[in-house]
């Protein structure tokens, strides 16, 4: 049987009638899969993200929460380096504003306060269901390398940590992960671990038709999801 937190993540969904999971709820499900998620806090309100701030410590990254809007930057939703109490209150409005002048009908749930991961490779893990075999994971490199060079591999669900360590060296940029051009490697274990129980957490839960981890920053020792997506 799954865990009950996992009902009641989807619960609060489909009772607020959303057909997807803010980032928040995919990364408070990554994370009863033990996938590395940053630390993060819905606040309601300016104070309590200023709280919240100094409980994760600065830098901090600020991001809207709000159920018309799936797309956080399109909708000027994203400051990152936030680095003090004011830049958090300062953050806060901003974000709360650029939400309103975007769509006036945004129905604002809170502002995400999170642990600012350092900069590393970009790297996106997603999910779609295949209607024939079902979920399907990628993986890819981010920006250019999925957006213009399509270079991304594919698995049908549910792949062991072999098939995960195999959908890596098959794209084709995969020199980058290990270090090419000066740039620091990628720890591929890791990333592999990551498609591995993502794919467990796929073959758990039907709800998830899509899925997004984009970007998972990457460093020569470990890795992080800093942003998660999942339609339902
Ligand atoms: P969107 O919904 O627009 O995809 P993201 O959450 O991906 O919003 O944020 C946009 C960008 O901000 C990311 O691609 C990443 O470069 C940066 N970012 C977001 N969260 C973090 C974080 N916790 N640490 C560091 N950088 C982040
Ligand atoms: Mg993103």
């Given at each position: 049987m799954r865990d009950p937190k996992i009902d009641e993540i989807f619960k609060v969904a489909k009772d607020e009638d959303r057909n997807f999971l803010y980032e928040h709820e995919a990364k408070a499900l990554f994370a009863l899969y033990d996938l590395p998620v940053t630390q993060i806090h819905v606040a309601p309100t300016e104070d309590e993200a200023v709280e919240a701030a100094n409980r994760i410590g600065y830098p901090i990254v600020l991001k809207i929460v709000s159920p018309?809007?799936?797309?956080k930057s399109d909708a000027g939703g994203v400051i990152v380096g936030v680095e003090d109490d004011q830049g958090i209150r300062d953050g806060f409005k901003k974000i709360v504003k650029n939400a309103k002048a975007y769509n006036a009908d945004a129905e604002i749930t809170g502002i995400l306060v999170q642990e600012m991961a350092p900069n590393g490779t970009e790297i996106i893990v997603g999910s779609t269901t295949d209607p024939t075999f079902g979920p399907t994971l990628m993986f890819g490199l981010g920006g250019i390398f999925?957006?213009?060079?399509?270079d991304v591999s594919f698995r049908v669900a549910p792949i062991t940590e072999r098939d995960a360590a195999e959908m890596i060296e098959e794209?084709?940029?995969?020199k980058i992960l290990d270090g090419a051009r000066g740039m620091p490697p990628c720890h591929k274990p890791t990333l592999a671990e990551i498609l591995h129980k993502t794919s467990k957490m796929l073959m758990e839960n039907p709800e998830i038709k899509e899925l997004d981890m984009n970007p998972i920053l990457a460093y020569p020792d470990s890795a992080r999801i800093v942003d998660a997506r999942i339609i339902m």
């Open positions: 018309q809007i799936l797309h999925v957006e213009i060079l399509k794209i084709k940029a995969v």
